[in-house]
């Protein structure tokens, strides 16, 4: 596929300058563009790299300084390159209809436009609106729903009950609706208390590679629209997450908690169980956090405090190192005072 730059021009509701026939082929890097390539710029390190570059045409910030070559003009180089990309971008799960070795239940519901690849298996009561495409070996539970346009890439689990909206991606090896880490002491034993409830996840919602998100216990375990989960996370029973979050990998967020909206949550950021957390809030990675968090802000540490109070506390522990070999030398200095007399 190839476009012309005065196609993208208008894709992207942009200005350009220089030849706007120029065919566009795809998208890439400063260091490995080639002709027919679109590169992006957003500073001036690298417009000069752009100048060197053999990309055909480069895209460009509004007040930028140009760089010899076809250009498209926009406030924010980074969202338009993103955009381009995805018109190149090769589509993983393209096919055609259900596959012969899908196994569908009787009353399964499909839409138009279903691609449904090999060895998967759709239980009773399952409904798959329009457009949807499945990877490969991808198992959808019992009355489970998918939104149109969704896309499921190989191997994914969606057991019973989920349901999953509009412009949802979810990525191989993820887990929607597993049974949550529920017990009751009884003695020495441990009773499972029954996961009862579902999954919902909201419109355009992203879902990393094998990230397991639990069902609810009684009530369901909910992901806000837009928001975005990274790779091996893990979100427990009865968690409400709200729109346009971002979880970044290796996280786990403990059951019952209620994340807002906006919410960012670095890498290993570990949050326990009936944790309140407010609207925009970003919490450092490999961070702890014990007790509600409702002001907007930035919090780091174990536990997650204020960013300024935790670099604070920081500096506090290296200056009682600084005071322990200060310490360490007046001994030592005693000591010696302490022979001759």
Do not use: W
């Amino acid at each position: 596929m190839t476009r012309t730059l005065s196609d993208l021009a208008q894709f992207l509701e942009a200005d350009f300058e220089g030849d706007g026939e120029q065919i566009i082929s795809g998208v890439a890097g400063l260091e490995n563009g080639e002709p027919g390539h679109l590169v992006f710029v957003e500073n001036e390190k690298a417009r000069l790299l752009a100048e060197k570059s053999r990309a055909s045409a480069v895209i460009l910030p509004l007040e930028a300084p140009g760089v010899g070559k076809p250009a498209l003009r926009v406030k924010n180089p980074r969202l338009a390159f993103a955009r381009v990309a995805g018109l190149f971008a090769p589509d993983h799960l393209e096919g055609e209809g259900v596959h012969p070795t899908a196994i569908l239940a009787d009353d399964v519901q499909i839409g138009s436009g279903v691609v449904i690849h090999p060895q998967v298996v759709v239980e009773k009561g399952a409904i798959i609106e329009d457009n949807v495409k499945i990877g490969a070996q991808v198992f959808i539970g019992k009355n489970c729903k998918i939104g149109e346009n969704t896309r499921i890439y190989p191997g994914a689990r969606i057991l019973a009950d989920t349901i999953i909206g509009r412009r949802v991606l979810i990525q191989s090896g993820a887990v929607l609706g597993s049974e949550g880490f529920g017990f009751v002491q009884e003695e020495e034993a441990h009773l499972r208390m029954p996961q009862l409830g579902r999954v919902i996840i909201e419109d355009d919602v992203e879902i990393g590679a094998n990230t397991v998100i639990d069902r609810g216990a009684l009530g369901p375990t909910k992901i806000g629209q837009g928001s975005k989960i990274d790779s091996k996370v893990i979100i427990s029973h009865n968690v409400s997450l709200g729109k346009h979050c971002l979880v970044v990998s290796q996280s786990g967020i403990a059951g019952s908690s209620k994340i807002g909206d906006r919410v960012k949550l670095g890498g290993q950021v570990g949050i326990t169980d009936h944790v309140e957390i407010g609207d925009d809030i970003m919490i450092g990675a490999k961070s702890g956090v014990s007790k509600d968090l409702l002001e907007p802000g930035i919090y780091f540490g174990i536990p997650a405090v204020p960013a300024r109070k935790a670099f604070r506390l920081q500096g506090g522990i290296r200056s009682i190192e600084q005071l322990r070999d200060r310490l360490k030398k007046l001994e030592a200095r005693i000591k010696i005072l302490e022979k001759k007399e």
